[in-house]
């Protein structure tokens, strides 16, 4: 047992040990926590926010009661806890001098509205706390079972936003057929709006109904004044550079035995997405403070760090 859940013990007897843990936007007791993930059928643990969510905040409470193998994606920015990972978020900075006005956006922008002319789009802003998971489920269960998004990870999106606010974006054709729905999560401590899921049918496909929910959802990120439209991680996403004029770089923890399995395949996400020597390493490096953007050249697509 380690020092942790030792003064765990210590504060609170066996039988009163704590029901519920609270980090951040995050709520949690130790039978939902993690969910099961697995790489070549080598079973390891993730968060139920992982799927759905950015910005994970970590304890020390959690880090001693949580099955192992670990993996935490995307601890948040400006935290003591975890370690670059090898991938960035793809964020528009919407408020940006040249997003709008630079030639190739403008002109891939108006193709999509060509594209989705007569059609119309609607935006629902839901208040902390009435997002329920038969919401999500009749929005976005047939992306869910694409996905292989667990129940419990469209159960910690409930949790997240309890105290958020949810942006739901529908588009439906002239005769009134739903094409897309598109979810994020407003987050004003970081001036940002951060894209979730969304769900389209697939007879609009010719239109890249995924793109313009991209599109339309930076929009409203714009007029409603927030700086952030951020994509999620980068990846291998081609399509995002469309929109990503700033990087952001992503923080994980990556907790494994040496003898685990999962620390002896070298195509596991402890060597793809960790860097060498950053597996169990859990405090950061740097001091605390808000992570620097890297700014996009919107034209060589090369990066140059903001001062």
């Known amino acids: 047992m380690n020092s942790v859940a030792r003064s765990l013990e210590r504060s609170f007897p066996s039988s009163h040990l704590p029901l519920r843990y609270y980090a951040g936007h995050q709520s949690w007791t130790l039978d939902n ?8 059928e080598i079973p390891y643990f993730t968060t139920r926010w992982d799927a759905l969510c950015p910005y994970i905040a970590v304890t020390d409470e959690m880090m001693a009661t949580a099955p192992k193998p670990l993996i935490v994606y995307a601890v948040p920015p400006d935290s003591r806890f975890g370690v670059p990972i090898n991938d960035e978020y793809g964020m528009s900075d919407v408020l940006a001098d040249d997003f709008w006005t630079d030639e190739r956006r403008k002109r891939k922008f108006a193709e ?5 002319r007569g059609f119309t789009t609607t935006a629902t802003v839901m208040e902390p706390g009435t997002v329920s998971t038969e919401f999500l489920l009749e929005i976005g269960g047939e992306h869910f079972e694409k996905y292989d998004i667990d129940p419990r990870e469209i159960d910690g999106f409930v949790d997240y ?3 958020l606010k949810t942006l739901v974006l529908r588009v439906h054709d002239a005769e009134g057929i739903l094409v897309l729905t598109d979810v994020s999560i407003i ?22 109904p995924g793109i313009y929910a991209c599109l339309i959802a930076a929009r409203w990120t714009y007029e409603n004044g927030y700086r952030y439209y951020n994509m999620g991680p980068v990846g291998d996403y081609p399509y995002k550079s ?9 923080y994980g923890i990556a907790l494994a035995h040496p003898d685990h399995p999962l620390s002896k395949d070298p195509t596991s996400p402890l060597y793809t997405d960790f860097r060498a020597g950053d597996v169990n390493r859990v405090l950061r490096q740097i001091p605390k403070r808000r992570t620097k953007l890297r700014i996009l050249d919107t034209v060589s697509q090369t990066a ?3 001062p």
Do not use: M, T
């Open 33 to 40: 926590l993690c969910v099961d993930s697995f790489h070549n």
């Open 112 to 116: 999509l509205d060509k594209a989705f």
């Open 161 to 163: 936003v309890r105290d």
């Open 187 to 208: 987050l004003p401590e970081y001036n940002q709006v951060y894209g979730s899921f969304c769900q389209w049918d697939y007879a609009f496909k010719n239109r890249s």
């Open 242 to 250: 469309l929109f990503v004029n700033h990087l952001e770089q992503i």
């Open 304 to 306: 140059h760090a903001v």
